[in-house]
């Protein structure tokens, strides 16, 4: 597919990914509202208060709190707490205009390199589903530094700040990315209808395995290595200093580790084996997806390997969340409390993900060229 067939569906998803988040942020002030108390209840309510504030223009109490008590009284008062809210305001500009600034170009070599014809549908949806929460993640951590100087307490433990705003309004990103996601592959189906069938990249099957067992020992390494109690504790508490960098714990956590476990101890044996099956699922399906991408893009580069190697992440992180979700909608009541944990470990996948691709990129590159020396051997 060329690249004005692409961006037509790259840009038709971006923006109605970006308006459909900027309607959820707009409707975050309705749920304050009594009728939506009674029909959704009060915890229900509270909930999707929290998770859409990150995308609504309605500043939090503390940046109006924040910028009274700098600014004193009369006229300075006011005069500073505009400046926070339109620094709040900026913010969300930046948001929602980084939201189709990421989207774009990862949703462009998508539909390019796996464009959704017969056989690669499915996986071009997902794809472009798992692009959407990056992009949306990547979005809200461009944009959080505006958004912490609003409130009043940007040289306050700045990094503890940064790693909790980069991981807010992941929820909203798993429904409107979706829907974001099978926007961009109708549109993309319709482009590609009158021309030829793409051709499948030639991948020999061991090569391919032995790529993708590269690759997910990559996510393994941040998946039960680094995220052991004792290993990530020692990563969270390791680093500390004074000034306005200080106690990168909280971001390290975020941006390190895909999950948290550890031994059996103090829990039942039964349920310890249960919840590793949950992290052994998430391996599995990053494994497969690494094991089929070759073969499915056009043409196995660096970036769309990157890129694939990402979203194989972010997807099994989201299968592994949603099976943890019947495991744990078998003892608690099924409400939004079971989803809450949608979307964890996007930000951890930022950095795993890619690398994951390069090294499965590599892999192949290195047993193709192998293979090339022991045919010029032979000959």
Same mark, same amino acid.
């Given at each position: ?7 037509? /569906? ?32 009060? =915890? ?9 504030? /990150? ?180 990563? =969270? ?93 078998? =003892? ?48």
């Amino acid at each position: 597919m060329t690249y004005r067939r692409a961006v037509i /569906p790259a840009l038709v998803g971006g923006v109605l990914l970006t308006a459909l988040l900027w309607w959820a942020g707009a409707s975050e002030s309705a749920l304050r509202l009594q009728g939506a108390t009674d029909v959704l209840g009060a =915890q229900a309510a509270a909930d999707l208060e929290r998770w859409l504030a /990150p995308w609504s223009y309605d500043p939090p109490a503390s940046s109006s709190l924040g910028a009274a008590v700098s600014g004193g009284i009369g006229d300075t008062a006011h005069s500073d707490s505009s400046r926070y809210l339109a620094l709040h305001s900026t913010a969300l500009q930046i948001r929602f205009a980084a939201v189709l600034v990421f989207f774009v170009p990862g949703a462009l070599l998508l539909v390019r390199r796996l464009p959704p014809v017969r056989g690669r549908l499915t996986a071009a949806l997902l794809a472009v589903w798992a692009w959407g929460l990056v992009a949306g993640t990547l979005a809200v951590t461009v944009s959080a530094p505006w958004l912490i100087a609003s409130q009043g307490r940007g040289s306050y433990r700045f990094l503890p700040q940064l790693a909790a705003v980069s991981s807010s309004g992941r929820q909203v990103l798993v429904a409107t990315a979706l829907v974001a996601a099978v926007a961009t592959v109708l549109t993309a189906r319709i482009t590609a209808e009158d021309t030829d069938p793409p051709r499948r990249e030639a991948v020999p099957v061991r090569a391919a395995r032995l790529a993708a067992t590269a690759g997910t020992a990559v996510i393994a390494l941040s998946l039960v290595v680094l995220s052991y109690h004792s290993v990530a504790a020692t990563l =969270q508490t390791a680093f500390s200093g004074g000034g306005l960098l200080s106690e990168p714990g909280d971001l390290l956590r975020q941006w390190l580790l895909l999950g948290a476990w550890g031994g059996p101890a103090g829990a039942p044996l039964d349920d310890w084996l249960l919840y590793r099956a949950v992290d052994v699922l998430l391996l599995a399906v990053v494994w497969w997806a690494l094991r089929l991408l070759p073969g499915l893009l056009t043409r196995a580069t660096v970036p769309a390997l990157a890129v694939g190697g990402l979203c194989a992440t972010v997807l099994g992180l989201l299968t592994s969340q949603f099976l943890r979700m019947l495991v744990d909608g078998t =003892q608690l009541r099924w409400d939004l409390y079971a989803v809450a944990g949608f979307g964890n470990g996007v930000t951890a996948a930022l950095l795993w993900g890619p690398l994951a691709g390069l090294a499965t990129a590599l892999t192949l590159r290195v047993l193709a060229a192998r293979k090339e020396t022991e045919r010029t051997e032979e000959t």
